[in-house]
C-alpha cells in the first residue's frame, strides 16, 4: 500500500510522530512527577532533618537542664546534711549548757544554803560568845568584889590572840609576896569555846584546865581551880 498510496508513508510517519510526541510527554511527565517527587521528598528530608536536629537539640538542653538539677540536687543534699550537723551539734550544745546551767543552779543553791547555815552558824556563836562575855563580865565582877580578882580587858595584836581577850590578874596569892600579880589570858575561840592564850607563870595542868572548862562551861569553877593552882605553885 506504501508503494501504491503515496499518503500511506506520511500518514504512518505522522502516527509515528504522534506516538513519539505522546510518549514523548509521557516520558516528560514522568520525569516532572519524578522531579516534583524528589523535590517533595527533599523537602521531607530536610524537614525531618531539621525536626531530627530541633530535637536533638531540645534533647541536649533537657539532658544539660536535668545535669543541672542533679548538681543542684547534690548540693542542695550536701548543705541539707551540713545544715542538719550543725544543728545536730547547735542542740547537742544547748543540751551540754542546760545541764551546765542545771549544775550551776545546783552549786549556787548548795552556795546559799551553805552561807545560810554559816549565817546561821555564825549569829549562833555570836549569841554563844556574847553570852559568855557577859558570863564573864559578870564572873569579873564577883572574883573582883570578893577575891581581889583584877580583870582586865585587853586587845590582841598578832594572829595568835588577834580579838578582844580578858586579862585575869590574881593576887594575894604569895604570902612573902602579896601584892605579886599571877595573870591569865583568855578568850573566846571561833567556835565558841572558852580558850586560853597565856599564863604567868606558866601552869603545867593548864590544858587540862582548859579542856574541862571547855566542858563544863563553868568559868567561876575554872577561876578558882587556877588560883588553888598558882597558890600550889608558890609553896614547892
Do not use: W
Not at 517527587?37 to 544539660?64: G, N
Not at 542533679?70 to 546534711?81: G, I, N, P, Q, T
Not at 603545867?204 to 566542858?215: I, S
Amino acid at each position: 500500500m506504501s508503494i501504491t498510496d503515496p499518503n500511506v508513508s506520511d500518514r504512518f510517519t505522522s502516527a509515528m510522530e504522534e506516538i513519539h510526541n505522546k510518549e514523548l510527554k509521557t516520558y516528560t511527565d514522568i520525569i516532572d512527577t519524578t522531579a516534583e517527587l524528589a523535590q517533595s521528598h527533599r523537602q521531607f528530608v530536610k524537614s525531618a532533618l531539621d525536626t531530627c536536629l530541633k530535637k536533638c537539640k531540645d534533647d541536649d538542653i533537657l539532658f544539660e537542664t536535668i545535669q543541672t538539677f542533679k548538681k543542684d540536687l547534690e548540693r542542695k543534699k550536701v548543705a541539707l546534711k551540713e545544715k542538719r550537723q550543725a544543728i545536730s551539734e547547735v542542740i547537742s550544745e544547748i543540751q551540754e549548757k542546760d545541764m551546765q546551767k542545771e549544775d550551776i543552779i545546783q552549786k549556787i543553791e548548795k552556795l546559799k544554803e551553805e552561807q545560810t547555815k554559816r549565817k546561821e552558824l555564825i549569829e549562833s556563836q555570836y549569841r554563844a560568845n556574847k553570852d559568855r562575855l557577859k558570863n564573864l563580865q559578870k564572873a569579873r565582877l564577883v572574883f573582883q568584889d570578893h577575891l581581889g580578882l583584877e580583870i582586865r580587858t585587853i586587845l590582841g595584836k598578832t594572829q595568835l590572840v588577834k580579838g578582844e581577850k580578858l586579862q585575869f590578874v590574881f593576887r594575894n596569892i604569895s604570902p612573902s609576896d602579896p601584892d605579886s600579880a599571877y595573870v591569865i589570858t583568855m578568850g573566846i575561840n571561833e567556835s565558841g569555846s572558852y580558850q586560853i592564850v597565856s599564863s604567868d607563870p606558866v601552869l603545867e595542868c593548864l590544858t587540862v584546865l582548859e579542856k574541862r572548862l571547855q566542858e563544863t562551861n563553868n568559868l567561876p569553877a575554872f577561876l578558882a581551880n587556877v588560883r588553888k593552882e598558882f597558890i600550889s605553885q608558890t609553896r614547892r
